[in-house]
């Protein structure tokens, strides 16, 4: 938001410098971004006077102009098509430096010499883009120090940074509100008084209907008729070309300088280009589309607000007109509309179609619905004062729901305790009437326009701001605690993590929304898709992390980083159910691709396979002590390769995968190389393990060992025989695993060896040999009899 120092004194007299106002309004919570003199700095222009003018005798587009400086005439080659004999424009003589640094020398054009240059606005840094020369309104003496000039009232621009909360400062009135709270000075409201043309009536020219009052709550219009366009005054130009806004006509100006003024966007219509002399409000239609004032066609999104007349839409109400019914050089008479259109449906509308304006910016921050009539008489006084236009006695004015100032409590003693002061009853009070804020005995009525303030707290804000935080009391020495109480959940979530770091593992952070292509990879529908997604790419809620992870690993292969070991924690979304809530529950996933070690002169660099991730997934469960799982062949997955993927089960449940991602998803995910990975659901185990730890003493008695080895059929997983033996085994088994599998040689074809070690421990006594082997050989003979083996010798 940007104002100007000068144009700010029309509303509020202050006494401060430019840069004491940017300190105060800096210290009352409108940051000062930008403060810099509106003039830039250059040097040897001068008044000229335009005593001649002719063809270029090589050049149909230049003109040889001799310009005067009030001592002597020099010849100037211009290429501007406004240049005229009789002009008072600024004249570069030969030696100027212009803003940027840009030096004029005496040149030769076409064969024509020129001594000097006929200068822009542009050229000047006053405006980002001018059409012709300056041609100056007033008859300035010739030869005079244009940067003298043009500084002789000095003025500055301030650029504002203004929170989403305070809509109403996004005006120079606004800001002349806050100006008035610290220095106590009344605010000069801008002049509206009209003369009327009493034979004429608004309801003889136009009638409105709203049919979308939640998009619309109020909307009104003036007609002004017999309006010349032609350039808006000088001053008026310059404090738009100021904070930003190009000047196109008078009428376009004048609703841009209503807006920046009082904060309040207008529109002005062709009132010939309004058929059937009617305005109708209403919600956009499917697949409805329009034509903008930049002459693009756009597809509206649903719900949309349109400005129509009795048979086609004429503008996006609160965002940009129409071009079928823009003010254009034949226009005559002007419908200016005035409205309040809701903030919610502006902000959507605009963001679907990333189309932004200085209407729309306000709109969908709130604007002041009871500002409408200000903001529409401002206007109309204006054009008929600088277009010669005629007014329409009355305003047509839609206003269904009325809504009234909101009501706080007032509670000094509450207001002083939040900011550790002792302030009088009449001094908050004071305080709050500078800001406009009506306060009577147990109540602050506050002003439609201020949409920030709802509660006690909000005015002990606005008495901290206006009385200057750095002035309020502090406390030498204050307690804070600096920990926060950390929640059963999290302190979970940092066990698991710290294991798997524990394992030599980098964590990653991924987005928690994804493409819908991407979840459709792991997850049959049910997917959670976002209304309103800040792009194409984050539409859908993840089903899993392994798509975040996926992508990570694309990222490090195409930056020559192909050994990744990356796992994530966090919660996916899955199982939406029309009305309510997803299920969000917390998972732990891990991807392992790339080679298994390091290539050395000793050793060959292996790739890593199934076992790999299956080894890390073993480890991380063995350090949570989860030991009464089973692994099982799962050919369900969509996402893992049938031959290479178990189910995790715990009692019968499943809680988590593992296996190695298909081909043709590592290609979906630009991957090229095989990956590997698990996923575990973190609520399911957290259900059937213990978080606290207790100490077991290490047994200081002898272990027994014992192998066995059995002949069974190659469909018979090793884990269902391991998980058999741990079952049956007893409390004396401190220790089994699978150390030898061969195939081929002597075997049965369809057959495999497979040979497991057992270790056997009491904590309190030697085990004998005839205790150890009665277990050992009830256990050959269950195995034998559970999987139809035999006993391999």
């Known amino acids: 938001m940007k104002i100007t120092y000068n144009w700010l004194k029309d509303y509020i007299d202050f006494d401060e410098t430019p840069q004491e106002l940017a300190d105060k309004l800096t210290a009352a919570g409108f940051e000062v971004e930008e403060l810099y003199p509106l003039v830039k700095s250059f040097s040897g222009v001068v008044t000229g006077f335009v005593e001649k003018v002719e063809k270029h005798p090589n050049a149909d587009k230049l003109s040889v102009c001799k310009v005067s400086d009030g001592t002597e005439s020099f010849q100037v080659i211009c290429g501007a098509a406004n240049v005229a004999e009789g002009q008072t424009v600024p004249f570069a003589q030969t030696g100027a430096v212009l803003p940027g640094g840009f030096k004029i020398k005496k040149a030769k054009i076409r064969g024509v010499e020129s001594f000097g240059m006929i200068c822009s606005k542009e050229?000047?840094?006053?405006?980002?883009?001018?059409?012709?020369?300056?041609?100056?309104?007033?008859?300035?003496?010739?030869?005079?120090?244009?940067?003298?000039?043009?500084?002789?009232?000095?003025?500055?621009?301030?650029?504002?940074?203004?929170?989403?909360?305070?809509?109403d400062c996004l005006s120079m009135i606004g800001i002349a509100r806050e100006v008035a709270a610290f220095t106590g000075n009344s605010i000069k409201y801008p002049k509206q008084s009209l003369c009327e043309d009493s034979t004429q009536n608004i309801s003889?020219?136009?009638?409105?209907?709203?049919?979308?009052?939640?998009?619309?709550?109020?909307?009104?219009?003036?007609?002004?008729?017999?309006?010349?366009?032609?350039?808006?005054?000088?001053?008026?130009?310059?404090?738009?070309?100021?904070?930003?806004?190009?000047?196109?006509?008078?009428?376009?100006?004048?609703?841009?300088?209503?807006?920046?003024?009082?904060?309040?966007?207008?529109?002005?219509?062709?009132?010939?280009?309004?058929?059937?002399s009617e305005i109708h409000v209403r919600s956009s239609e499917p697949n409805e589309k329009f034509t903008t004032l930049d002459n693009k066609e756009r597809q509206l999104p649903e719900n949309t607000v349109l400005i129509c007349d009795?048979?086609?839409?004429?503008?996006?109400?609160?965002?940009?007109?129409?071009?079928?019914?823009?003010v254009s050089a034949k226009t005559k008479d002007i419908l200016l509309e005035s409205a309040y259109f809701a903030p919610v449906r502006i902000a959507r509308s605009g963001k679907k179609m990333g189309l932004s304006s200085e209407a729309s910016q306000r709109f969908e921050r709130g604007a002041d619905r009871n500002a409408v009539p200000d903001a529409l008489n401002r206007a109309a006084y204006l054009m008929e004062k600088f277009a010669g236009g005629v007014v329409v006695s009355g305003i047509a004015d839609v206003y269904p729901q009325t809504i009234e100032p909101y009501k706080v409590v007032f509670q000094p003693d509450k207001i002083n305790r939040l900011l550790g002061t002792d302030y009088s009853r009449d001094f908050i009070t004071d305080k709050l009437q500078r800001l406009q804020l009506d306060v009577s005995e147990n109540t602050v009525t506050v002003p439609t326009f201020r949409v920030d303030i709802k509660k006690g707290v909000d005015l002990a804000e606005e008495v901290g701001r206006t009385v200057n935080y750095t002035h309020l009391p502090v406390k030498e020495f204050t307690d804070i605690h600096y920990d926060m109480p950390v929640s059963s959940v999290e302190k979970k979530l940092r066990y698991f993590t710290r294991n798997m770091l524990e394992l030599n593992l980098r964590e990653a952070f991924t987005a928690s929304m994804i493409k819908k292509s991407e979840a459709e990879l792991f997850q049959n529908g049910g997917h959670i898709t976002i209304l309103n997604p800040i792009s194409d790419d984050m539409t859908t809620m993840r089903p899993s992390l392994l798509p975040g992870l996926l992508k990570a690993v694309n990222y490090n292969i195409n930056r020559n980083m192909n050994d990744v070991r990356l796992f994530e924690s966090g919660r996916i979304f899955t199982h939406y159910r029309p009305g309510q809530l997803p299920d969000q529950p917390y998972s732990l996933a891990m991807v392992l691709t790339g080679k298994?070690?390091?290539?050395?002169?000793?050793?060959?660099?292996?790739?890593?396979?199934?076992?790999?991730?299956?080894?890390?997934?073993?480890?991380?469960?063995?350090?949570?002590?989860?030991?009464?799982?089973?692994?099982?062949?799962?050919?369900?997955?969509?996402?893992?390769?049938?031959?290479?993927?178990?189910?995790?089960?715990?009692?019968?449940?499943?809680?988590?995968?593992?296996?190695?991602?298909?081909?043709?998803?590592?290609?979906?995910?630009?991957?090229?190389?095989?990956?590997?990975?698990f996923e575990l659901n973190l609520d399911l185990i957290s259900d059937v393990i213990h978080f606290e730890r207790h100490y077991k003493p290490v047994s200081r008695y002898p272990y027994s060992e014992r192998d066995m080895a059995f002949i069974l059929d190659d469909s018979i997983a090793a884990d269902s025989v391991l998980s058999f033996i741990r079952k049956n085994a007893g409390k004396l088994l401190h220790d089994l695993q699978v150390f030898d599998v061969f195939r081929g040689g002597n075997l049965p074809e369809g057959k495999k060896s497979a040979a497991f070690r057992l270790r056997f421990q009491a904590p309190d006594r030697t085990l004998g040999d005839k205790e150890v082997d009665k277990i050992f050989r009830r256990l050959i003979q269950m195995v034998e009899k559970q999987f139809d083996a035999s006993l391999r010798n």
């Open 310 to 326: 009795s048979e086609r839409a004429v503008a996006i109400g609160g965002i940009m007109g129409g071009l079928n019914s823009e």
């Open 596 to 677: 298994r070690w390091q290539e050395g002169w000793n050793a060959k660099a292996d790739m890593v396979d199934f076992y790999d991730i299956k080894g890390y997934l073993e480890s991380f469960l063995a350090k949570i002590a989860l030991d009464n799982f089973q692994f099982i062949l799962y050919d369900k997955s969509s996402y893992l390769c049938d031959k290479e993927a178990l189910s995790l089960e715990v009692k019968n449940q499943q809680i988590g995968v593992c296996g190695k991602i298909a081909a043709d998803i590592c290609t979906r995910f630009g991957i090229d190389q095989p990956v590997y990975a």
């Open 204 to 276: 003889d020219f136009i009638s409105i209907h709203i049919h979308d009052e939640e998009g619309c709550p109020r909307y009104a219009a003036r007609v002004i008729k017999n309006v010349t366009l032609s350039e808006s005054p000088e001053w008026m130009q310059r404090r738009l070309s100021a904070v930003g806004i190009r000047p196109i006509n008078n009428i376009v100006d004048i609703t841009n300088y209503v807006l920046m003024e009082t904060g309040h966007p207008l529109h002005a219509f062709d009132l010939s280009e309004i058929r059937g």
């Open 123 to 167: 050229e000047l840094g006053l405006e980002a883009k001018s059409e012709g020369i300056w041609a100056l309104e007033t008859a300035e003496k010739p030869g005079l120090d244009f940067y003298q000039l043009l500084n002789s009232n000095a003025d500055y621009v301030y650029d504002f940074f203004i929170t989403p909360n305070r809509p």
